[in-house]
């Protein structure tokens, strides 16, 4: 057969053997199979393994400290800064782990479906399963696009396999994943997770779209026939793919958006979900979408039969899938939709004191956006085995870039805007803490989802909490009435006090660092104190 054209690279110092640019699903496959001990599933998956690392590294992202960019940063143990000389350090590290590959693959591609606020991704790595992530993952151009891609707006190295020299200056371990805005690139070093990639990019749009006046979610989005938007924020393990891939709504995205003068768009081309104890019966359009294209992460196989078994935490708890956007049945593509309606924010309550669901004020909105309140879920970064109650601001503080008023800020004068309405729903415990009461069942929390959705709980009578203020709905259909008041569903109405009394005074220590920054109907929406 005659040798395929090496695409260039050489501007970047990457002269390796063969290049390959967005190969076709089918020839990443044989490549992962091949060259990357890629397993074909009994779906037709294509199943592979990230290494060591089966979650993000928080504590390993760095982003150059620039003069340019410097005042608009949030700096801190979010981002953590990095001189520009140790950022080429580490470039030049990567780059020559990448020359030493005997294949390369380039991945260009989309983020942000708006034409107007659109931005071209180049992705170099050499594994072809984290190839065929970012195939899924970003906006697959056209052959035409990719004709005329030009030169990109941001690059990816990623040379996880090979890690970071822990005596270069400011590392503080093997893996590093870092950003620098004045020369527009990544850099990954010590992880081989393909998150580590889809979040790099959504930093990015974190960071360049509130400077064009487009406010930038970590959220999912879907649409109702009526074309009527709900947002879904919420942290990983909080429900926003499953509860944003509804059978009877369309699906704009189901984690990163954007909020213009126009309406929301998605930024992804594709979708990122958790699989441990994915079923068809509760998820069935993420189950099914698990087919050829689908890139399964750390799952364990049945040897014999190649079938996954989603119940197993073997590998990790963070078990993962990466599938196109259309692969769901009521995808709308294009990922485009009107201003919303619903804002959404979902919340996991260990504790197992706030209410199923709460309608809150466009104050309290803002308190609870800014406080991000729920529980890290086991797997969803490295060393968490237990659900951990935290604070993440905007329901995504790991990925922010600017401080998270502006955000806050941003979506409240949208929302005042386009008159949405706000709502708390809690997808964690009930009855009591983690431990002893019980997880909020799906059926009842897409109950909930379906009320505010038909508007009947817009309208439904409401009850305040007695300790964080919130207008609690009286009724839902299809959910027990004593499940919607947290003081009334645990047997001992003393400890439901002492625990809920407990988590507000959490929710006020943690609001304290971004009082200055709120206006005082703002911080005074919480909860009440004593």
């Keep these: ?285 993420i189950f099914n979408a698990i087919r050829f294209g689908a890139i399964l992460e750390n799952v364990l196989l049945d040897e014999t039969s190649r079938r996954v078994n989603y119940t197993s935490a073997s590998i990790t708890e963070n078990t993962r899938v990466s599938y196109p956007i259309e692969y769901i049945p009521r995808a709308k593509v294009p990922c485009i939709g009107g201003h919303p309606k619903n804002v959404i924010m979902l919340t996991c309550d260990a504790f197992g004191v706030l209410p199923p669901v709460s309608k809150l004020s466009l104050s309290q909105a803002m308190y609870y956006f800014i406080s991000g309140y729920t529980a890290k879920v086991a797997g969803t970064e490295m060393g968490v085995t237990e659900p951990q109650a935290t604070f993440s601001a905007c329901f995504g503080a790991a990925f922010l870039v600017w401080h998270p008023t502006k955000y806050a800020h941003m979506l409240a004068e949208l929302m005042q805007q386009h008159g949405a309405q706000a709502w708390l729903v809690n997808t964690g415990w009930a009855g009591g803490a983690h431990g002893t009461g019980n997880r909020i069942s799906l059926k009842h929390t897409r109950a909930i989802i379906d009320a505010i959705h038909s508007g009947e709980l817009s309208q439904s009578k409401t009850v305040e909490d007695p300790i964080f203020g919130l207008q609690v709905p009286a009724h839902c259909a299809n959910v027990p009435d004593d499940l919607l008041l947290p003081w009334k569903s645990w047997a001992n109405a003393a400890a439901y006090e002492r625990v809920a009394s407990s988590l507000a005074e959490r929710f006020h220590k943690n609001f304290a660092q971004y009082a200055n920054a709120s206006s005082d109907s703002i911080a005074q929406a919480g909860p009440r104190k004593k």
Aim: aromatic fraction near 10%.
């Design 1 to 285: 057969m005659p040798t395929e054209p090496s695409f260039d690279l050489s501007e970047y110092g990457i002269v390796a053997p063969q290049v390959y640019r967005n190969l076709s699903p089918a020839r990443l496959y044989e490549e992962a199979v091949r060259f990357d001990n890629g397993v074909i599933t009994s779906t037709g998956a294509l199943s592979s393994r990230s290494g060591t690392k089966t979650g993000r590294s928080p504590k390993d992202k760095r982003v150059v400290d620039h003069p340019t960019s410097s005042p608009d940063i949030w700096w801190g143990d979010v981002n953590i800064p990095l001189s520009e000389h140790s950022f080429l350090v580490n470039r030049q590290r990567a780059v020559d782990f990448l020359n030493f590959r005997p294949r390369i693959y380039v991945v260009d591609g989309f983020a942000g479906w708006a034409p107007d606020h659109r931005l071209k991704v180049r992705v170099i790595c050499a594994r072809p399963y984290h190839a065929l992530f970012m195939h899924n993952m970003l906006m697959r151009p056209t052959h035409e696009e990719l004709n005329d891609f030009g030169k990109p707006d941001y690059v990816i190295f990623n040379a996880g396999e090979f890690p970071a020299n822990r005596f270069t200056q400011q590392m503080t371990s093997k893996t590093c994943v870092e950003l620098s805005f004045e020369l527009r690139e990544m850099v990954i070093l010590g992880t081989e997770y393909a998150g580590e990639m889809k979040k790099g990019v959504f930093t990015v749009m974190n960071y360049l779209m509130p400077k064009t006046g487009v406010l930038s979610m970590h959220c999912a989005a879907n649409e109702g026939d009526t074309g009527d938007v709900s947002l879904f924020f919420g942290l990983s393990g909080t429900g926003k793919t499953t509860l944003s891939a509804d059978p009877h709504r369309k699906l704009i995205g189901d984690d990163e958006h954007c909020w213009s003068s126009e309406g929301v768009f998605n930024i992804e081309g594709g979708c990122y979900a958790k699989c441990i104890n994915l079923s068809a019966e509760k998820e069935p359009e």
